[in-house]
């Protein structure tokens, strides 16, 4: 029942032009101009940026699913879901996968453009394990998704999803490298789950083992943003 | 379990704010049953609707569904519904929508049985949101009825659709009541509730006003209508007239509706009132507008 609820949901979303725009020829895109723009800066450059565009793209498609959690509250179709068999649980439960699902194009399309056009090179395993680590990362980010999803009304979602998007990409080096930042910028950025979560990537990539203080401030992370979800959706479900 | 009613309102009662949006309501559907909610807007269908599907709980007495509580129903697959409000899924076709549903159900009909019962054979790969409201409206019935539920409940089913398709519409519904399922339908159109129902229950500000066949609740409205023509008599005096329930003057035409025809022309020839006399069963339009007139009456003066 959830497999199928699970490939409608993707199905839907993956449908959506703005979606693939913005989380896949995007992130593409982006990753592929600051790294040939202005002179090689070599290819430990590349592959984190690679690692960073491919969060990027993963934290846009992962928050996505608060924007058609919101949509489907206003369309009724949640409340159409609610006379179904389907509990409210496999609906929540469902929409986390999806999400999990969702996500890969984006990791998927920019690891290939750094492969394939910036030459990165990696061991195979390094290769599955940074799109593991990137897909298994963008969890939180759904979590984040799910509670603005439930908690806020569908304009709000869109706007509240833009600013955790652009907000946690930039503070969190996504886009540039936390070396550019003011010393104190670089202090927040630390605390930020994307700046740890992209680390995770990072690491594997140096193929070195991923930091305890980066593990420790993407699982806190990913607590506070489940714990939100599951209020916000204890607080909505069964009033769509 | 075959002799559980297929729906019970026991003392159900529901208020938002101060409005108390269904009021004490009793009412009990047999297996197999074809009943009619109806009500103006605002009466408390869509209501005892959320109540029966378990989307809202009462705040007071209870609400059971094929013997068991709606949610446990619902979960079960017992039970499918079409909704009033909400605009169409974007994004996915109408087969891919309706055979989702279908798989969340235990025992379900085949999707393309489903399809040709609510009439969407030929639009089976069209995106729901370029469908126009009429054919929204039949993926909504074909969503209610694909699980293949002993319970089919429509809120307002036809508001969107054009005479032809309410037919179809009707139809279908019909096709599927004869399989031996219960269909319970609000409307606010007395002639759907008369044409396609086996009992009409009314329904007004939350109170059950009466509960029997289209007949029944024309002779429970008092049977008759007498009208004439006033030629610039007056008026202050029909109402109190022996039978009659309500008076209203159209024109120089007086129409009466009363309890006691036979009493009421014989008022009114010892008045000499007679002009172009008319005497005619209560249509049941007019049994509805008396039944919620004397309601009303009955209530100001309980105040």
Redesign the interface.
Known sequence: MITAYVRLEARRTLRETGFVISTVAVPVMMYLLFTNLGGSDGTDWKAAAMVGMAGYGALGAALSVGNAISEDRTTGWLRQLRITPMTPRQVVTGRALTGAVVVLPSIVAVLLAGALVNGVRMAAWQWVAVAVTLWLGSLPFTLLGIGNGYRLSAQTTGVVNVACNLGLAVVGGLWFPTVLFPSWLRTISEYTPTNRFAELGVAVTEGTAPGAAALAVVAVWAALFGVYAAVSYRRSARTV | MDNEPAVAFEAATKAYGTVRALDDLHLTVPPGETVALLGRNGAGKSTAIGLL???DSPDSGRVRLLGDTPDRA????R???M?Q????????TVR??VS??A????SPMPVTEALALAGLTELADRRVERLSGGQAQRV?FA?ALV?NPELIVLDEPTTALDVEARQEFWDAMRGYARRGNTVLFSTHYLEEADAHADRIVVLDSGRLLADGTGEELKRAAGGSLVAFDLAGGPTEWLGTLPGVASVEIRGDRARLRTDDSDATVRALAARDAIRSLEVAPVSLNDAFLTLVHRTHERLELAK
């Open positions: 599907l378990g989307l619902v979960a079960a697959g039970v499918g519904a909704l409000e909400g605009r169409p899924t974007p994004r996915v891919e929508l989702f549903v798989r969340t159900y235990p909504r969503v699980g």
